[in-house]
Structures are given as C-alpha cells and as structure tokens.
C-alpha cells in the first residue's frame, strides 16, 4: 500500500502499470464548497471496479482521505481526479505483487457556458467506434484512447460527440451517458459490451422511479436516435445536458419537459451545476 497513507502529491515511476499498460480505474468528482457532492456513488463504483479487475483497493477510509484533502485544496468549485493503477509491475503483461498507487490531482471546471443548461447543447456523430469487451463494459477504466480519437473529430460547434460500436449500435457521449426521453419513459443504451456506467447515469435511473417515469437500458439504434422526442447527456462534472440538434440526423429540439423535471430534482436534491 505504498504512496497511499496519506495525501501528498504522487509522482509515477516508469514501471508503473497504469501507464504502461491502462491498467486501473479513475474518477473524475464534481468540487462545490470543499465538498464532493456524489462522492458515495464514486467510490462504489471504483470499488467494483477494483474487484472485477482483482485490483487490491485501499481502504474506503483512505480514499475518503485523500479526495477530501484533495477538494478542501480548492476554493470553490472544481474538479478532483483520483486515478487508481495496479502499482508497479516491471516489464510484461502479468502483474508482479505489488501495491496499488493513488493520484489524486486538483482541476478547474472545464471552459463551458452555463447557458448550456438552458439553451442545449449540439452533439455530433462520431465515426471512431467504442469496442465491445465485457470483460471491462461499465468500467472506468484508465484505457480512454477510442475517446481521445473521437473527441478529436468534435467541430468547433459540436459540444459533445456520441459514439457507436461496430453493430452500429449507440454507446455514449465521449464524456457522457445518453437518454431518450418521451412518451414511453427513459431509455440508456445497455452497456453489457461496451461503454463506461457513469455516477449520474446511475443517479438519473433512480431519480426516475422515485418520480414515477418508467425507465430501461436498452439498444440503441440511430433510427430510435432521429425519432426522439427529447434526448439529453448525463455527467458527473457537468450534470445534465439537453441536447438541442443532431445535424447528421436532422434532429432538432427545445429541452423537454421530461429533461427538465430531472435538471429540477438535480438541482434539488445535489445543487444546481450552473449557479
């Protein structure tokens, strides 16, 4: 449990797993007023995803340590990164015996409007495609490279970029979960195969049985995509975002009813993201 006991700043040796090969997990936590508001969630899903990897986790404790020395650092709003790897391993894919290492780094919100939360956002198609690997769908894990490709498709416009797999099926945004929303409840993609189960997607499927809507994971296609009646993109950084066009499908729309219900109970029971 080397470099864990305590917060202070990390430094990475050559040999270390995570960045040799991506292997471990990382989380990326909304900061308002020195606190982390969904920080529970964080850690539960870091902790699972620790076990199905057969990563040794530090102790809960420790973790909460380290990110609240972390956010107390900040002033304000922010964003905490806690980056988890396998530890040190030397050469070679088999992991050696060693310890997990823990990152924890400090960051402002990224450059955003606030009027995005009103107004919408525009999102793109991107023709970078996420794998299928059950093996690691649902995790956050540290392998983010299909991400960096499609992000670097996003025109200047675009604020956000979706992503299928090679069945042409609709995964996820390159930093976010998406909903369809309208008569018949919520739908999010399955991610059984691909795809990372983000804190506020999670948030919002339990959000929407407290407030009666009927929702479900299930396949997406482009065709269920262009008949939408409203489409919005959850993260635990930026909350909720209505999406407001989709060029490549001819889609166009005001932010719902169904959208802005969720925004509202967001904002209620965690803090409104664009105050």
Known sequence: MSGI???RPAKIPSDDRGLCYGDGLFETMRVRHGRVPLLERHLDRLLRGCEKL??????????????EAAAASLTGEGVVKLLLTRGSGGRGYRPARS?????????PIPGQRNDRYHSGV??????????????????????????????MELRDEAD????????????????????????????????DYSGVAGVMRDWVLEAA?????????????????????????????LGIWP?????????????????????????EEIGAWDD
């Open 5 to 7: 006991s305590e917060f």
């Open 54 to 67: 057969g990563i040794s986790a530090p102790g809960r404790d420790i973790l909460i340590r380290h990110i």
């Open 99 to 107: 310890g997990p290492r823990l990152v924890t780094s400090i960051h």
């Open 122 to 151: 525009e999102v793109q198609l991107c023709t970078t495609r996420v794998g299928r690997n059950p093996a690691t769908a649902g995790l956050k894990h540290i392998g983010r490279l299909e991400q960096v490709l499609a992000a």
């Open 160 to 191: 956000e970029g979706l992503m299928l797999d090679e069945l042409d099926q609709v995964i996820e945004g390159t930093r976010s979960n998406l909903f369809l929303a309208g008569n018949e409840g919520l739908v999010t993609p399955v991610l």
């Open 209 to 237: 049985d407290r407030l009666g809507m009927r929702a479900q994971e299930s396949p997406v296609s482009l065709d269920d995509l262009a008949s939408a009646d409203e489409i919005f993109l959850t993260n635990s950084v």
């Open 243 to 267: 999406v407001i066009c989709i060029r490549e499908l001819g889609w166009e729309s005001a932010c719902g009813p169904i959208t802005r219900r969720l925004m509202n109970a967001f904002n």
